[in-house]
Nanobody, 125 residues
Framework: QVQLVESGGGLVQVGGSLRLSCAAS????????MGWFRQAPGKEREFVAA????????SYTDSVKGRFTISRDNTKNTVYLQMNSLKSEDTAVYYCAAKSGANNPLRESARYAYWGQGTQVTVSS
């Protein structure tokens, strides 16, 4: 069982930056593929970024490539999402997710077993 707690969300202006963190419980964090998803009001949850257990492979949705960076620190059981050049369309609740035993950065939400409670990101103009 893994528990995930996101933090770092907030209100930021267009063009600004935020860094989200997701702290995981458990001693097997280093074996989990981790992902970030987001859900805007009235929209379905969508994939943002994912990273393999070793951190060697990452994947991003096209709309955030070049602006967002996913990383992890297995010594701290934490995965990060650095978000730069934020746009109003990035406004959403951001969730982290975990999946054990995967060798690829998974993009499908249904493949993740564990989810955090979410953190709100609001980008204002």
């Amino acid at each position: 069982q893994v528990q995930l707690v996101e933090s770092g969300g907030g209100l930021v202006q267009v063009g600004g930056s935020l860094r989200l963190s997701c702290a995981a419980s458990g001693r097997t964090f280093s074996t989990y593929t981790m992902g970030w998803f987001r859900q805007a009001p009235g929209k379905e949850r969508e994939f943002v970024a994912a990273i393999t257990w070793s951190g060697s492979t990452t994947s991003y949705t096209d709309s955030v490539k070049g602006r967002f960076t996913i990383s992890r620190d297995n010594t701290k059981n934490t995965v990060y999402l650095q978000m730069n050049s934020l746009k109003s369309e990035d406004t959403a609740v951001y969730y982290c997710a975990a999946k054990s035993g995967a060798n690829n950065p998974l993009r499908e939400s249904a493949r993740y077993a564990y989810w955090g409670q979410g953190t709100q990101v609001t980008v204002s103009s």
